[in-house]
């Protein structure tokens, strides 16, 4: 099993960055592009501090890039309400759940973009939300990988239930965390069910009974994924 790690970064000034009240648009050397509320130099990398409800930062709510690849950022005057955008669905929203040649397209092209094993983003889908597009949990995650407002709008998902959408924007921030947690599979699934902020806070795992069943169902399809492959491929 081999996982990329991006080498995930923004453009620094010479000391730590003051915190501000504008948003920043952050341009990294892959293409990648999001909006953050503020940044926080930490050693030799960056705290990019996601856009939440009402354009303000949660303390846990923020990716960790390095210092090295970011090719711009820019300040955006005000910082945007990421919730409108996903108020208006527009009539191309699909509305029905994909056939299944159609989700292993999305699952195989996002997974060759970040280099991460479809079955495993297979298995996250499994887990969030059973393949249901209009999934919406009780704390406001939408669509097939469950994507909270915030992220959705960080990773550029401009219709967190339109699939292809939802499906890319949860890839790019599973990689993200992937990278952040040096490709510990174990971290980073528990980072995407509690948040960056609880794995660091407990050094591993957080001690929720929610997170570790999550995670333990995640690891357990993926094997179960790849068992089927092996026994079809022994046929």
């Known amino acids: 099993m081999c996982f990329k790690t991006l080498a995930l970064g923004a453009v620094l000034m010479a000391a730590m960055c003051p915190l501000t009240h504008a948003a920043e648009h952050v341009t990294l ?13 930490v050693g030799d990398k960056v705290r990019l501090y996601l856009i939440e409800k009402g354009g303000a930062a949660a303390d846990s709510n923020y990716l960790e890039v390095a210092a090295d690849s970011v090719v711009r950022v820019e300040t955006v005057a005000d910082v945007p309400e990421p919730v409108v955008a996903q108020k208006i669905q527009g009539p191309v929203t699909i509305m029905t759940a994909p056939t299944k040649e159609e989700m ?10 970040h280099h991460i094993d479809e079955d495993l983003l297979a298995s996250v889908v499994r887990a969030e939300s059973g393949g249901q597009v209009r999934a919406v949990s009780r704390t406001g995650a939408q669509g097939l990988m469950q994507l909270m407002p915030g992220t959705a709008n960080a990773m550029g998902v401009q219709d ?3 699939p292809q959408q939802n499906i890319a924007g949860g890839t790019a921030y599973l990689d993200s965390l992937l990278t952040r947690y040096h490709d510990n599979v174990a971290l980073a ?11 660091d806070k407990y050094h591993g795992v957080p001690p929720y009974r929610e997170t570790r069943e999550y995670v333990a169902r995640v690891i357990r399809e993926f094997n179960r994924r790849k068992q089927m492959a092996l026994v079809a491929q022994a046929k």
């Open 104 to 113: 292993h397209e999305m699952l195989a092209n996002a997974g060759e973009a």
């Open 189 to 199: 699934l528990a980072a995407y069910n509690a948040g960056p902020g609880a794995v």
């Open 160 to 162: 967190a239930f339109q």
């Open 29 to 41: 050397k892959n293409g990648f592009e999001l909006d953050c509320a503020r940044r926080e130099v």
